[in-house]
């Protein structure tokens, strides 16, 4: 079944998300026969819906954030790359050698971490965190251990 998922996605695309996020060959691979069983609607993207459907995120008291995290302003689906995209803030940074690419900044750097993590914060997306956001997340949690998402594992 996952042969079937990873013979979708073209070598030429695997090369682009590569560069772009980080991941290995096989990661890619593997994370898109994850991406292809989510994807009940069978549409090429995932909705809220299916990534709810995920047990380690309905758990997790800052799921919903991360859900939205996965989805531009104003959309509700996202396709593969936006996924990977996504995704790529939650490598660790010491990965950060292999495919290197000078002219951009990895999506998994000190800075992009924080960048995303902010953006879990900052729930009205006024780039501002406000007390209550602040408050908010305090009272639920350590940030560090609820953004590791074991299913990726
Ligand atoms: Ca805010």
């Known amino acids: 079944m ?22 290995s060959h096989s990661q890619i691979t593997r994370l898109y026969s994850r ?53 790529a803030h939650f490598r660790p940074v010491e990965d950060n050698e292999k495919n290197k690419d000078p002219t951009a900044e990895p999506l998994n750097s000190r800075n992009n971490k924080l960048l995303f993590a902010f953006r879990l914060y900052d729930l009205d997306r006024d780039d501002k965190i406000s007390r209550d956001e602040l408050l908010q997340v305090l009272e639920k949690v350590d940030v560090e251990q609820k953004m590791s998402i074991r299913f990726l594992h």
């Open 35 to 87: 991406f292809h069983s989510l994807d009940k609607g069978e549409n090429g993207a995932l909705s809220r819906e299916d990534f709810q459907r995920i047990p380690e995120l309905a758990i997790n008291p800052l799921g919903d954030r991360i859900i939205n995290a996965f989805f531009p302003e104003g959309e509700d689906q996202v396709n593969f790359r936006g996924f990977m995209r996504t995704l």
């Open 2 to 23: 996952g042969s079937r998922a990873s013979s979708l996605l073209r070598e030429e695309d695997i090369e682009e998300i590569k560069k772009e996020t980080g991941f």
